[in-house]
């Protein structure tokens, strides 16, 4: 374990949303929209990682943001003529919804990534609002469903050990190359002991722990990112970041947090996603789960 104790642990107060990538995979809706406005049900998936992140006790959001993502700060702010029109038509349960999507004022940070240059320098972008605090970061793409919030379970488990945590699942082999990927020192079971971390291996995978986008770090780790130093795909990776805290032990720690993962950031995941937080809704449960029975009835009997 770390040598921090629980008590020497400072809290976790702020999380960086990296929202500056162009969503080219969900072209053409992304011309316009920005990708983490694309909708699982009925809330976009930036909402998602505000929601977890709230959870987690975060009072401070800073996005990095790019060009055409002006939808997003709208997102996030007021809407003075929409709530005056529910509020004249009675309309409480929708202003209600409406409360989620408002940010304090002063909660909310917007720095700009004026060069898509990787994860890693996007995160970096935000080195000035971080300051010497701890972090989380979290990327959209990811949803997770869970009983308890992943970041909140990683938030606890971090109070544990203090260093670097990342999110991290089990992939077969085969897909491991899509993520970055744990070197296992130490495996406690929630909790492992990282010492090294591969950004996208072409071969010979250290394991098949991959992390998933959900991460709560250490200062030094911005020092880090201030090298530039381009990593797989010629960018700066975060992984490569937080590799280098690996070469102290006890620095750096996988958490398998009990959820589902959904990829986003894929049509494929997007859509089990889709399917998943339909079946979860009441209102929607019943009809729609009928529904794709009906289907899969269908498609058997066309077999
Ligand atoms: C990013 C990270 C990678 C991580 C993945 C999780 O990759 O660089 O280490 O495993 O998110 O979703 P991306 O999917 O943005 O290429």
């Known amino acids: 374990m770390a040598e921090d104790t629980p008590r020497k642990v400072k809290k976790v107060l702020k999380a960086i949303f990296p929202v500056a ?31 977890e992140a709230r959870a987690a006790g975060i009072k401070e959001f800073i996005f990095v943001t790019a060009r055409g993502k002006s939808a997003l ?37 917007y720095v700009r990534q004026n ?93 098949n722990l991959a992390v998933i986008g959900r991460y709560i770090l250490t200062p030094q780790v911005m020092n880090n990112l201030n090298k530039m130093k381009a990593g797989a795909g010629g960018e700066i990776q975060l992984t490569d970041a937080i590799a280098e805290e690996c070469q102290t032990p006890g620095k750096v720690f996988g958490f398998r947090f009990r959820g589902q993962r959904y990829d986003c950031g894929s049509k494929a995941g997007f859509l089990q996603a889709t399917v998943a937080f339909g079946l979860s809704r009441p209102d929607l449960r019943e009809e729609f789960s009928a529904y794709l029975n009906d289907m899969v009835a269908m498609q058997k009997a066309a077999q």
């Open 21 to 51: 990538g162009m969503g080219t995979r969900f072209l053409p809706a992304t011309k316009s929209i920005p990708k983490e406005i694309l909708t699982l049900v009925d809330r976009p998936l930036i909402q998602y990682a505000i929601d």
């Open 73 to 109: 700060e709208d997102y996030f702010d007021y809407s003075p003529e929409l709530e005056a029109t529910l509020r004249r038509a009675g309309k409480d349960q929708l202003l209600e919804t409406l409360k989620e999507t408002n940010m304090d004022s002063g909660a909310i940070a």
């Open 115 to 207: 060069r898509a240059m990787g994860l890693g320098h996007a995160v970096w972008c935000a080195r000035r609002l971080i300051g010497n605090e701890p972090f989380a970061v979290l990327l959209p793409d990811d949803v997770i469903a869970a009983e308890k919030p992943c970041l909140q379970q990683m938030v606890e488990a971090y109070e544990q050990t203090g260093g670097n945590m990342v999110a991290a699942m089990e992939v077969p082999v085969d897909r491991t190359s899509s993520y970055g990927v744990l070197d296992v020192a130490e495996d406690m079971g929630s909790i492992v002991q990282v010492k090294g971390m591969v950004e996208k291996p072409k071969e010979n995978p250290p394991s």
